[in-house]
């Protein structure tokens, strides 16, 4: 049975960094893209930034870009997410998904993570 674990989640003041990591794992896992939506309490679960296997080529939300950085790690069937200088409005479960299209919409992701709680504190 093909999973993704994260990991990575916690506690951190604003203006600091985490990593979370997201790890595939099951003989059939397939993937076009990979990457990181996130929900915050009381909102609609929303796109954080995902990952090309084929090439790398990256996308992030305009709310991340030039904070947050993914990278991959094929031979592992990983992805990372570093983020730096968060914000308090970065605060919410960030969920690891994988879509088998080019389309990377909560529509189009047909295998999720049990998501990693991050919190920053202002």
């Known amino acids: 049975q093909v999973q993704l674990v994260e990991s990575g989640g916690g506690l951190v003041q604003a203006g600091g960094s985490l990593k979370l990591s997201c790890a595939a794992s099951?003989?059939?896992?397939?993937?076009?893209?990979m990457g990181w939506f996130r929900q915050a309490p009381g909102k609609e679960r929303e796109f954080v930034a995902n990952?090309?296997?084929?090439?790398?080529?990256?996308k992030y939300a305009d709310s991340v870009k030039s904070r947050f950085t993914i990278f991959k790690d094929s031979v592992k069937n990983m992805v990372l997410l570093y983020m730096n200088y968060l914000k308090p409005e970065d605060t919410g479960v960030y969920y690891c998904?994988?879509?088998?299209?080019?389309?990377?919409?909560?529509?189009?992701?047909?295998?999720w993570g049990n998501g990693t709680l991050v919190t920053v504190s202002s």
């Open positions: 998904a994988s879509s088998r299209t080019t389309f990377f919409t909560l529509d189009s992701v047909d295998l």
């Open positions: 990952i090309r296997w084929i090439d790398g080529n990256t």
């Open positions: 099951g003989p059939t896992f397939s993937s076009y893209r």
